[in-house]
């Protein structure tokens, strides 16, 4: 079984930096065509996908947080990480890991419908 499990609770003042850590199980982050997403949910919003680093450490990034995302990956400890930079209360809500092993796609921009795996979200919220 893939397992995915994000790092604890976060409170992160404004215009700091969110750094989350998703540690996989029962499947490598290198395994061929496995992306690897982070995701998030504002309170009362949808769910709304954030980038990704695929199993050649190539990183795909939403454009509007393309300026602040940084996601990287330790693949001697099977983790990839989220850093999110200058964060204001709009950052606040459920950060989730994601895996997707169905994509074919050069250009990865993935709807949340592809997801295969996901893990349980942990809350951040910024305060002012």
């Known amino acids: 079984q893939v397992r995915l499990q994000e790092s604890g609770p976060g409170l992160v003042p404004a215009s700091q930096t969110v750094s989350l850590t998703c540690t996989v199980s029962?499947?490598?982050?290198?395994?061929?065509?496995?992306?690897w997403s982070w995701i998030r949910q504002p309170p009362g919003e949808g769910q709304e996908w954030m980038g990704a680093?695929?199993?050649?450490?190539?990183?795909y990034y939403r454009t509007a947080l393309k300026d602040r995302i940084t996601i990287s990956r330790d693949t001697s400890k099977n983790q990839f990480s989220l850093q999110l930079s200058s964060v204001t209360a709009a950052d606040t809500g459920v950060y989730f890991c994601?895996?997707?092993?169905?994509?074919?796609?050069?250009?990865?921009?993935?709807?949340?419908?592809?997801?295969?795996?996901w893990g349980l979200g942990t809350p951040v919220t910024v305060s002012s």
């Open positions: 029962g499947d490598s982050i290198t395994t061929l065509a496995g992306y």
């Open positions: 680093i695929d199993w050649r450490g190539k990183t």
């Open positions: 994601a895996g997707d092993w169905s994509g074919s796609s050069d250009q990865y921009y993935p709807s949340l419908n592809e997801m295969d795996v």
